[in-house]
């Protein structure tokens, strides 16, 4: 999508990002196959094995005993993860470089996932900022701190499409939708690798979990996956696929299994689909032992079996299951395993060394001076507007922002927390460097206008109320003009392995909140959490609900400047707020059914729809208020009919109407109204984040080729075709002026 912004103030034409040229790949390959024919089988099977090792104990993959250093001298491991200590990445990388019989340099793994040592918003956070530059941005950063700190391959971006809060690792990714989720993988897979993978200050990304692992049943992590073709290829691969479009050049396989076979061993994913038809010719490696676990997952009777399939599905590296190493020689002996699929999965390990520079100088990483790489002043203040950036005003009656000399009392238990406004992965990243609300509101109502308490424990050893906080809590407020909140889920509950049935508020935080409502004072949650909550009852009593996630090492500055007015909130929602928790999943790209609800505002029988509650949202995808307000006019379908392969272009006049200058995030939907298949009710089809000043207007064009129409057909092929459309542009997926399109 290109979109043309015509302002009544300026002009500007808005650019689109293209692919990483990688451009020694040919060379790489070259030079891949020279060095494979002077390896032993053993060496091969070397380069696919990940293992770990923390600060120099020697400790081998489960299940299989190994000295490390050993190992790395007989060249019979080709990476490790998790390194988090520079010097000890380069005792292992000189061991391998110049202690092994080739020389072979190691490839260095770590999650880098928002942020190395600055961290960012987590990534549903960032996603709500519309703000695709940033995203890159973030990630670029990431990777500067990473490559300097001997990390030269991080395992990100998280391309899963979630719908369902339930599960924790929506905090990893960037939402339910697929055409913003490409956006935001394709973004981050060029900030982290740039324009030239050997550069000292550029990473490997690595997309993962490859595939569907967002979709785990009832929101369980691990969980199976099933789901049709045909959902999975409208829903699922986009943003995966967009990420292999800009360059990434690893993939990681999903715990889950797909459509009946464990991801690590499913062919049809892993050869068929990745490598046949999406062209990727990078490496794949597993998740944690995810090749072992297919025995767990009754797929494979022993550690033999489970390196056989993987093997055979074209999975190249082995994380931490040793089970390549352990089995790879008696497979080839015995003739399961031929030692030119070995070659091939060995080559493509290489080929990303090769890329990344390592042969050509093994140390290239690491290098920096360190202290001129991490926590530059620049990226600190760019990670204050990303964080503001990515938080979401859901109600506001008023009371903010906040006048100048305004008493604040502070409650709740993220308000002080240096640890939980980081989330769930930190990278490198160091609690003591985070800001916290108290902090940064101190310093801009001065400290004599903030009074603190925290009143309640929520984590992952402590939860519940402190003695005598509630007691605390109200005697504060009364002393305040206004109560800010911080309440939700802490950083532990973001992430990997955290499902939850509850997606409320912790109870004891709701008496909290009931404790300070009876003192009359209006009420700001400062709702943290890595995922959409199940928060109706905390929306209907407080004056003002501000998101603010979990927003990395400068969540409280970006706070502060939200609450004061010094910026105007402009995040919108990249996930739905539940009405109730029984209505996950629920997102607004559904279908319509043959039988929709008449309103989905109301509850009722013989429809699709529940007979107790609404089927609506608390709030939907798009939703994010100001202290401004946009006024949406004129829109206009510019080409009302387009041909096949052409570009439908709409317009609309946007309006601050308010008296504030402010950023809104106009989002353009479309209906394909009769389809071969059925198709959803809304679809985000382009989206612009528009900064306007109190009184401007703009005039924003979308230009949308019919290509990104195209959807998948019952025979599985994915085009377009001829038909009407319904298109609707507003600030969020409710928007409500409607034109018609026709492509012929
Ligand atoms: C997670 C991955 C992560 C890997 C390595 C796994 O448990 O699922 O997302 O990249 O560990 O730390």
Same mark, same amino acid.
């Given at each position: 999508m290109k979109r043309v912004i015509l302002s009544l103030f300026a002009l500007s034409v808005v650019a689109i990002g293209?692919?990483?040229?990688?451009?020694?790949? *040919?060379?790489? %390959? @070259?030079?891949?196959?020279? %060095?494979i024919k002077q390896m032993t089988l053993r060496e091969k099977l070397g380069q696919l094995e990940q293992f770990i090792t923390r600060n120099g104990v020697v400790t081998g993959p489960e299940g299989v005993k190994c000295d490390i250093d050993s190992a790395v001298r007989k060249g019979e491991v080709g990476s490790f993860l998790s390194i988090r200590n520079r010097n000890e990445a380069l005792r292992l990388q000189k061991m391998a470089v110049e202690e092994s019989r080739l020389g072979i340099p190691l490839i260095f793994g770590y999650d880098i996932i928002h942020g190395c040592k600055i961290i960012f918003p987590e990534n549903l956070a960032i996603s709500c900022s519309w703000n695709i530059d940033a995203v890159e941005r973030s990630a670029r950063i990431a990777a500067e701190e990473s490559a300097a700190s001997a990390i030269h391959w991080t395992f990100s971006p998280m391309c899963d499409i979630s719908v369902d809060p339930r599960w924790s690792r929506v905090s990893e990714g960037a939402g339910e939708d697929p055409y913003l989720g490409s956006k935001i993988a394709a973004a981050m897979v060029r900030g982290y690798q740039g324009d030239d993978l050997a550069k000292s200050n550029t990473i490997a990304a690595c997309v993962k979990h490859f595939a569907a692992y967002g979709a785990v049943q009832a929101g369980k992590?691990?969980? $199976? +996956?099933? #789901?049709?073709? %045909? #959902?999975?290829r409208d829903i699922y691969l986009p943003p995966y696929k967009a990420a292999l479009d800009a360059g990434a050049v690893t993939v990681m396989s999903s715990f889950n299994d797909f459509m009946g076979v464990p991801a690590s061993g499913n062919k049809w994913l892993l050869y068929d689909l990745l490598r046949k038809e999406l062209g990727f010719k990078g490496f794949v490696v597993s998740d944690w032992k995810a090749v072992n676990e297919m025995i767990i997952h009754g797929v494979a009777a022993d550690g033999r079996d489970a390196a056989e399939l993987a093997m055979k599905a074209h999975l190249n590296m082995d994380m931490l299951g040793g089970d390549y190493i352990a089995h790879g020689e008696e497979l080839v002996r015995t003739g399961r395993i031929s030692e030119k699929l070995i070659d091939e999965l060995c080559r493509e390990v290489l080929v990303v060394k090769y890329q990344l520079g390592l042969f050509e100088d093994p140390y290239r990483y690491g290098k920096q001076n360190l202290s001129e790489v991490y926590y530059r002043p620049e990226n600190m203040q760019f990670a204050r507007e990303l964080a503001a950036e990515s938080m979401v005003l859901l109600k506001n009656n008023g009371v903010l922002p906040l006048a100048e000399g305004t008493k604040i009392a502070l409650i709740g238990p993220f308000a002080d927390s240096k640890i939980d406004q980081l989330g769930a992965w930190r990278g490198l990243g160091e609690a003591k460097r985070s800001v916290t609300f108290r902090t940064a509101l101190e310093e801009r109502f001065g400290k004599e206008n903030v009074l603190y308490t925290k009143a309640c424990e929520c984590g992952r050893y402590k939860n519940g109320l402190i003695e005598g906080g509630i007691e605390e809590a109200v005697k504060i407020a009364e002393q305040s003009d206004v109560v800010l909140l911080s309440i939700g889920l802490s950083g532990w509950h973001s992430g990997e392995s955290r !499902? @939850?049935? !509850?997606? !409320?508020?912790?109870e004891d935080q709701q008496q909290l909140l009931d404790? &300070?409502?009876? $003192?009359? *004072?209006k009420i +700001? +949650? &400062? &709702?943290?959490t890595g995922r959409p909550m199940d928060i109706r009852n905390e929306v209907e009593k407080a004056d003002a609900v501000l998101l603010t996630w979990h927003a990395g090492t400068m969540a409280g500055p970006a706070v502060a400047d939200l609450v004061s007015g010094d910026k105007n909130p402009s995040g919108h929602l990249t996930m739905s707020f539940p009405y109730s928790v029984g209505q996950v999943p629920v997102h607004y790209n559904s279908k319509n059914t043959g039988r929709p609800a008449k309103s989905q505002f109301k509850a009722q029988g013989y429809s699709c729809s529940y007979v107790d509650i609404r089927n609506a949202p608390l709030f939907p995808f798009g939703y994010g208020l100001s202290y401004t307000e946009f006024e949406y006019s004129d829109l206009k379908v510019l080409t009302p009919e387009v041909p096949l392969g052409g570009v439908v272009k709409v317009s609309v006049k946007v309006k601050n109407v308010g008296k504030r200058d402010g950023v809104d995030v106009a989002q353009l939907y479309v209906r394909d109204i009769v389809a071969e298949t059925t198709r959803p009710v809304r679809e985000l089809k382009g989206f612009e984040r528009l900064s306007l000043k109190a009184g401007e207007v703009k005039v924003v064009e979308f230009e949308i080729p019919t290509s990104d129409l195209a959807y998948c057909h019952s025979d599985m092929s994915v085009k377009a075709d001829a038909g009407d459309f319904y298109v609707w542009v507003g600030a969020d997926s409710n928007a409500k002026l409607k034109g018609q399109f026709k492509i012929k």
């Open positions: 293209s692919a990483a040229p990688q451009a020694s790949d *040919k060379e790489a %390959l @070259r030079n891949a196959n020279k %060095l992590d691990y969980n $199976t +996956v099933d #789901m049709s073709e %045909l #959902m999975f !499902s @939850r049935a !509850s997606i !409320s508020i912790p404790a &300070l409502k009876q $003192t009359g *004072k +700001v +949650v &400062l &709702l943290s």
